[in-house]
T-cell receptor, first 117, second 115 residues
Framework: GAVVSQHPSRVICKSGTSVKIECRSL??????MFWYRQFPKQSLMLMAT?????????EQGVEKDKFLINHASLTLSTLTVTSAHPEDSSFYIC?????????????FGPGTRLTVL | AQSVAQPEDQVNVAEGNPLTVKCTYS??????LFWYVQYPNRGLQFLLK??????LVKGSYGFEAEFNKSQTSFHLKKPSALVSDSALYFC?????????????FGSGTRLQVQP
């Protein structure tokens, strides 16, 4: 089946630093990836849609200058949390569709837990 | 706008008993419906989906779900629960009318299966 990986799985950083999270589709190409955020005991909230070769589309209320998304290839999207603050601490999950395949199923990465001290 | 409601924060069942996790949805067009399961500190695992066709959909690990258009529901079921089914379950919807590919998730239901 389709496998999506994320790196790192867990990161702890100091307030004010930037953190990059990678999302890779391991055995398929993905022109579209999504970034979600999940707070403890809450549902997933869509942050942005990452499109290969073009700018990401951000959901209302998500700061594009704070959450930088780059989708440079068909297998890699990155989310950079810039100048992280404790309120950015959360579980970040990416997902991807298979390019050219049935466009109805998203495959999710294992998530990255970010803790900002 | 599309939305999903999971009315139960937690469902408790005894091992071997049938389980139901409820989900209702709201979309403008035809719904694409999904169930995912999440284990602690892990991403989401796909269980099953309804796109079109038979209202009863069978998925992974013995789970199934029934699409009911008149009640706008897509409840997840399993005839005999296992302790290992204990996890967080999310229902999600995508509206075929809008063409928007991102999913809207329900709030999640924690399933606790007691031995």
């Amino acid at each position: 089946g389709a496998v999506v990986s994320q790196h790192p799985s867990r990161v702890i950083c100091k307030s004010g630093t930037s953190v990059k999270i990678e999302c890779r589709s391991l055995d398929f190409q993905a022109t579209t990836m999504f970034w979600y955020r999940q707070f403890p005991k809450q549902s997933l909230m869509l942050m942005a849609t990452s499109n290969e070769g073009s700018k990401a589309t951000y959901e209302q209320g998500v700061e594009k200058d704070k959450f930088l998304i780059n989708h440079a290839s068909l297998t890699l999207s990155t989310l950079t949390v810039t100048s992280a603050h404790p309120e950015d601490s959360s579980f970040y999950i990416c997902s991807a569709f298979i390019s050219g395949g049935p466009s109805d199923t998203q495959y999710f990465g294992p998530g990255t837990r970010l803790t900002v001290l | 706008a599309q939305s999903v409601a999971q009315p139960e924060d937690q469902v408790n069942v005894a091992e071997g008993n049938p389980l139901t996790v409820k989900c209702t949805y709201s979309v403008s067009g035809n719904p694409y419906l999904f169930w995912y399961v999440q284990y602690p500190n892990r991403g989401l695992q796909f269980l099953l989906k309804y796109i079109t066709g038979d209202n009863l959909v069978k998925g992974s690990y013995g789970f199934e779900a029934e699409f009911n258009k008149s009640q706008t529901s897509f409840h997840l079921k399993k005839p005999s629960a296992l302790v290992s089914d204990s996890a967080l379950y999310f229902c999600a919807v995508r509206d075929s009318y809008t063409g928007r590919r991102a999913l809207t998730f329900g709030s999640g239901t924690r399933l606790q299966v007691q031995p």
